[in-house]
């Protein structure tokens, strides 16, 4: 990965210039990095704020021979690389929410956006979107993320060259990765249950337009979130967003 890196100054999102290139045929592994962008997004829709020179703000165009189903495993197996990069270079103790944000304590660190373009049962490509805050200071993080997110400045209190922490990311990222498609998602999963936030620990959960608390088990062989509610009963969820109580 990153044999061949973009680097830009400025653009409304690395995901929409990683799907440009994508769709003119940029190899795997192709990176796109930028300074700031002016219209960063998030899951969901939400807007990603993503300051000049305060974060890494990158999109990996990856073109992995699996079934498209298979698609959000590269989320969670990309969470487990950048937990490494951080306890590594660091020293930050990160934990993984289920299915894409990075936190310290309880505050966000980062986030995970995965896009697909598939055609039926063939995946053209997928674009992993990494946006993590780096040199974010408090006078820097705007008013409503005072309190929900956090930087790796902020939790080591010093100021952080981008290009080592992208450098040993992408390292981190290709071994996952060659795992992943040699072994299976099933490889990754211990990886990623030893750093979850709050497993075991009661938790609010939103699926099936329902709400419900229950205890945060664990997930599945193939990176399905799995709970279980006061009657001992669990579900096996594949689109569902996680809480807790402040
Ligand atoms: C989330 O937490 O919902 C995911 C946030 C992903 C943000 C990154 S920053 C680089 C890439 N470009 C974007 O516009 N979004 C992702």
Do not use: C
């Amino acid at each position: 990965l990153g044999q061949n890196m973009h680097f830009e100054e400025q653009v409304d999102s690395t995901q929409t210039v990683a799907h440009q290139l994508a769709r003119e045929g940029a190899e795997h592994g192709t990176v796109i990095v930028a300074d700031e962008q002016l219209k960063g997004r998030g899951r969901l829709h939400r807007p990603w704020h993503s300051q000049k020179g305060s974060g890494i703000w990158m999109s990996i165009i990856l073109r992995p021979d699996i079934e498209p189903h298979r698609a959000p495993q590269l989320t969670l197996a990309s969470a487990v690389a950048i937990t490494k990069m951080l306890k590594f270079l660091t020293g930050v103790q990160p934990k993984i929410k289920w299915p894409n944000d990075i936190f310290v304590g309880d505050r966000k660190l980062a986030g995970i956006l995965t896009e697909m373009q598939a055609e039926q049962d063939l995946i053209e490509y997928v674009i992993i979107g990494i946006g993590l805050n780096v040199n974010l200071d408090q006078k820097a993080v705007p008013d409503d993320l005072q309190d929900v997110a956090t930087s790796i400045q902020l939790e080591t209190g010093k100021a952080w060259k981008r290009e080592e922490l992208i450098q040993e990311l992408l390292y981190q990222m290709e071994s996952i990765y060659e795992l992943f498609l040699q072994q299976g998602f099933s490889s990754i999963k211990q990886a990623w249950e030893q750093d979850a936030y709050r497993l075991g620990e009661t938790i609010t959960v939103k699926a099936r337009r329902k709400e419900w608390e229950a205890t945060l088990i664990g997930i599945h062989e193939d990176g399905a979130l799995i709970v279980e509610d006061e009657n001992q009963s669990k579900s096996v969820l594949y689109s569902a967003e996680i809480d807790w109580k402040k």
